[in-house]
């Protein structure tokens, strides 16, 4: 797994036109790999790069992305020689990745021209923002706008609405420790978006269709009720405290499972702590005030 040890610093303001780098990491997708690449390319922001990793693909995925690399200055190649799956692909090449803005886009999925520019200006813009997304639609298999709810919190407890192709500051993204290794189910975004957001990035969705979604043989897991209970706990012990503020959330996920009652203990054990905390806070509180007066009277 690739450490982020880097600390960086959000610059907020100090630059005018921050590097953005794509992200395409790519196995066994030969017959879409070009078109997500091309669409990367078409951006309308210039300042970019674009980083594909092969992730040890056994079709010509490789040698169609090494093409790409050699006639274009602004295209990394990097060429994994064993299969490292998703999470470690996209890992490695964001510590690699020399821009401010980071945009994950998978090898079978296109963006529109504009994308880029429009998402870039944002997060330039909007200090609070640490995730901006966009309307989407499905193309492939099924050709029709993908109706995701608007991003909403605690909502996104519950259900993810924000796709992996969202741009994000890399810092923002190393202070949340990058994708996390046990999220291998195809919810490693959702529990980047929830760290993200619990370390106080604020989300914007753009209205206007910029991504395109190739629908294949399935969608992405984005609903935690269609989770076994063992990546459900998962994600729970990743995002503790955001699912313990909500008693009646967890009964929702984990219906009458044994885990949600196990679950719902510990809330009320949290609760109970968080009480004596407090109590015990305004106890020495209320201590150190009369020691005060004590010793100012004599």
């Given at each position: 797994m690739v450490k982020f040890k880097q600390k960086l610093i959000r610059g907020y303001g100090k630059v005018s036109n921050p590097k953005v780098s794509i992200i395409i990491p790519c196995y066994n997708k030969a017959p879409y790999v070009a078109e997500a690449i091309e669409s990367a390319l078409r951006q309308t922001y210039k300042n970019m790069e674009i980083i594909c990793v092969n992730d040890a693909s056994t079709d010509t995925s490789a040698d169609i992305i090494k093409d790409y690399a050699t006639k274009h200055d602004n295209i990394t190649f990097i060429d994994f020689k064993k299969n490292k799956g998703v999470i470690e692909a996209r890992n490695t090449a964001i510590e690699k990745a020399t821009g401010e803005y980071i945009l994950p886009l998978d090898a079978d999925d296109i963006i529109a021209d504009t994308y880029v520019e429009k998402a870039a200006k944002v997060l330039s813009s909007q200090p609070d923002i640490g995730i901006v997304y966009c309307k989407a639609e499905m193309f492939g298999k099924k050709n029709k706008p993908w109706n995701l709810p608007a991003y909403q919190f605690p909502d996104i407890l519950y259900r993810n609405c924000i796709f992996c192709t969202a741009l994000f500051r890399k810092s923002d993204f190393i202070k949340a420790g990058g994708y996390k290794p046990d999220m291998t189910e195809g919810c490693e975004d959702w529990d980047l978006w929830l760290s993200l957001i619990e370390n106080g990035c604020g989300v914007y969705r753009i209205d206007e269709v910029l991504f395109k979604y190739r629908r294949l043989d399935g969608l992405s897991r984005n609903d935690i009720v269609g989770l076994n209970d063992d990546w459900k706990e998962i994600l729970f012990n990743h995002?503790?405290?955001?699912?313990?503020?909500?008693?009646?959330?967890?009964?929702?996920?984990?219906?009458?499972?044994?885990?949600?009652?196990?679950?719902?203990?510990?809330?009320?054990?949290?609760?109970?702590?968080?009480?004596?905390?407090?109590?015990?806070?305004?106890?020495?509180?209320?201590?150190?005030?009369?020691?005060?007066?004590?010793?100012?009277?004599?």
């Open positions: 995002h503790r405290d955001s699912y313990l503020k909500d008693k009646g959330l967890i009964k929702k996920i984990f219906s009458d499972t044994e885990l949600a009652k196990t679950l719902v203990k510990k809330l009320k054990k949290y609760k109970r702590l968080y009480t004596l905390s407090l109590a015990s806070f305004f106890v020495l509180l209320l201590i150190l005030i009369t020691v005060i007066t004590i010793n100012y009277i004599q």
